[in-house]
């Protein structure tokens, strides 16, 4: 079992930036492959970005490319989300997942956390 927690949500303005976490429990972090997701009210869960466990394989959406960052450190069996120029649209609740073997750009994850929200101001 893994047992994931997400931080690090918030307000922010369009073009700010925030950094989310994905803190992981199990003693085999290095193992799962990661990832993120998003769901705005009424939507389906949105693919954002995913990583590998070695760190070496990294998918992003289209429309973070340039703007998010995906990285991990399994010393803290922890992952990031670095989001900058953020828009109105990237407003959503987001949920950190993990699965072993695999990165996979849809939901396809074993595991999930509850979400950090992310509400972006115009």
């Known amino acids: 079992q893994v047992q994931l927690v997400e931080s690090g949500g918030g307000l922010v303005q369009a073009g700010g930036s925030l950094r989310l976490s994905c803190a992981a429990s199990g003693r085999t972090f290095s193992s799962y492959a990661m990832a993120w997701f998003r769901q705005a009210p009424g939507k389906e869960r949105d693919f954002v970005a995913a990583?590998?466990?070695?760190?070496?394989?990294?998918h992003y959406v289209d429309s973070g490319k340039g703007r998010f960052t995906i990285n991990r450190d399994n010393a803290k069996n922890t992952i990031y989300l670095q989001m900058n120029s953020l828009k109105p649209e990237d407003t959503a609740g987001y949920y950190c997942a993990a699965r072993l073997r695999g990165v996979f750009t849809t939901p396809k994850y074993d595991y999930w956390g509850q979400g950090t929200q992310v509400t972006v101001s115009s």
């Open positions: 990583i590998s466990g070695s760190g070496r394989t990294i």
